[in-house]
């Protein structure tokens, strides 16, 4: 989104009149050509405050024996049973007030060089303790038994800027994973059906890139408005007519885009359908990002998380083209005249404001490895949201039996088919 | 148990009967391709190959300070679609999911003169006789 172009005011005319009701304009609006880009260095939020990696201790009591209460969305002493939440402020805020790149600590570029294996020296008993950040941000001392937690922020992309906390419970997503694979049992794969059990769920904490987008749009295009249908022609050859109104149109307005999400996994972007079902991951967005509260490798606890390998420039282009959607999608309101539809010839979008952070968040993940005849392997997944429930998944086919009665209905269909065909024709 | 709900495709290829004295001729052409349409839709159902994020109506979005431009073109008539030819007002650049398998990739797509679009890897036929039916 380096494009900036600038500004040139659309003649006004209020939203919902009619055209037959504006005033004469001109009979192309007056849009300039984009200007050339222009080079913009992004202003960096610390969002980690003072977290620090090692022990990280109860505030109250000074255990580091803290996990995430899933009822409350809170940090749970298992000591002295209190609870507490650190809010991500550093990145709220108005989008109004959005402007040039600003990105959180978190969100800043990996650097390949950087370790992602940590070596810590635990403060409590002095024994050296081993974190393998692809696969945790935590690790107990096995000399003194205290948890020593990766929280500060170092250019792997393992600690992001926020988190938002499971609140669904184990328990809830394996009731929501059993309805969704219950109302797909008849065509399911038998292999599947003898397999299937939530017992091995497991909660995931996934990376994101969550952004925020304020930005100027004008587009240009035509619209038809349906006058009237007809048919033509004699009993044997009827056809449908259509006469419509052609216009040409204009849109110009400020869009403020408000934790557009996408996945920060080079491996969750892939979503070929035919190769992988991460679609099904996707669809469970979007999360509210309201909850989300400062990183804290004690919200991972119990749970497993995926670090984040790819860069903000990598998502550029689609962060870019879902802005465009939205702006497509919300100018349709301004033209609900033109009800066979619009045709866009420009779209010009000036971003002056982003604001790009890195979130966890929660999802409850079923995999099934469904080995094919022909020694192919698919993994099907069934996700949940762990937050707002939303639950999406792929369930393998019985396809001889799916081919059986489709064609079995195939048979039945042609012969009544031909029937109607003969008869009305 | 047998998912007698899938076979509303079929309902709603006789409910054309009722639609337009050529109904049954178009319920007739549906009717070939029930098997296939069958097929697609009960795959679907199992496997969503289709769900994705729909980030332009989930996103909190807004637009402010809208300014509208309308000019009257021209008048058309006599046109033989139904919908505005080269529509992109539905169009979508940011979806991740991408491909197809079996029969879902292969795509059948009759435009009627009713403007039945007929597509054994998508919904859009149901869509619209449901549409029709209405």
């Not at chain 1, 022909?374 to 939303?390: I, K, W």
Request: charged share 20%; proline share 6%; hydrophobic share 35%.
């Amino acid at each position: 989104m380096p494009d900036l172009p600038t500004q040139q005011d659309l003649p006004p005319v209020a939203v919902g009149q009619h055209p037959s009701q504006q005033p004469p304009q001109p009979e192309q609006p007056p849009f300039s050509p984009p200007q050339p880009p222009q080079p913009e260095q992004p202003q960096v939020v610390q969002t980690a405050g003072d977290a620090k990696d090692g022990i990280d201790k109860c505030p109250h009591c000074g255990s580091s024996d803290i996990e995430l209460n899933p009822q409350t969305g809170m940090l749970h002493c298992h000591y002295c049973h209190s609870e507490w939440s650190a809010p991500a402020d550093a990145l709220t805020g108005d989008v109004h007030q959005l402007s040039g790149i600003v990105i959180g600590s978190g969100a800043q570029d990996i650097i390949p060089s950087v370790d992602v294996v940590m070596t810590f020296k635990c403060s409590a008993c002095g024994a050296e303790v081993i974190v393998d950040t692809r696969e945790a941000l935590q690790a107990r001392c096995h000399w003194c038994r205290n948890t020593l937690s990766v929280n500060e922020q170092i250019p792997n992309g393992a600690v992001p800027d926020v988190v938002v906390p499971f609140r669904l419970t184990r328990e809830q997503a394996q009731q929501h994973i059993e309805q969704f694979v219950s109302k797909r049992q008849f065509y399911a794969n038998p292999t599947f059906k003898r397999e299937f059990t939530t017992e091995n769920i497991m909660g995931v904490y996934l990376p994101y890139m969550v952004v925020d987008v304020k930005g100027h749009v004008r587009m240009t295009g035509q619209g038809e408005h349906l006058v009237r249908r007809y048919t033509v022609g004699s009993k044997e050859n009827r056809e449908t007519r259509y006469d419509a109104d052609l216009y040409d149109l204009g849109r110009d307005f400020d869009l403020l885009v408000d934790d557009l999400t996408v996945e920060a996994s080079s491996e969750r972007l892939q979503q070929n359908t035919v190769a992988n079902s991460n679609n099904v991951i996707n669809t469970i967005l979007p999360f509210p990002m309201e909850t989300a509260v400062q990183f804290n490798a004690n919200y991972l606890r119990g749970y497993t998380s995926e670090k984040r390998d790819t860069n903000r420039e990598a998502l550029l282009g689609l962060i870019g083209a879902q802005t465009r959607d939205l702006a497509r999608n919300r100018a349709k309101a301004t033209a609900t005249f033109y009800d066979r539809g619009i045709r866009w010839d420009t779209l010009d979008l000036a971003v002056s404001g982003q604001l790009w952070k890195t979130a966890y968040l929660p999802v409850w993940l079923y995999s099934y490895l469904q080995v094919k005849n022909d020694g192919s392997r698919f993994l099907h997944y069934v996700a949940v949201n762990g937050v707002t429930g939303e639950t999406m998944g792929s369930v393998p086919v019985h396809k001889p039996k799916l081919l059986l009665v489709s064609g079995l209905i195939e048979v039945v269909g042609i012969v009544v088919g031909l029937a109607l065909i003969l008869l009305f024709a | 148990m047998f998912d007698l709900t899938a076979l509303w495709p079929l309902q709603a290829a006789f409910a054309l009967f009722d639609s337009d004295s050529n109904g049954g001729a178009y319920a007739g052409l549906v009717l070939l391709a029930s098997g296939f349409l069958y097929y697609a839709l009960i795959y679907r159902r199992y496997r969503n190959q289709d769900k994705r994020h729909r980030h332009e109506r989930e996103t909190r979005a807004a637009i402010e300070n809208v300014q509208v431009f309308d000019q009257f073109r021209q008048h058309r008539k006599g046109l033989r679609s139904a919908a505005m030819v080269g529509r992109n007002d539905e169009l979508i650049e940011g979806a991740l999911n991408v491909g197809g398998e079996g029969l879902l990739s292969q795509t059948l797509k009759v435009t009627s003169e009713t403007g039945i679009d007929i597509s054994v890897g998508g919904i859009r036929i149901f869509d619209t006789l449901r549409k029709y039916h209405k």
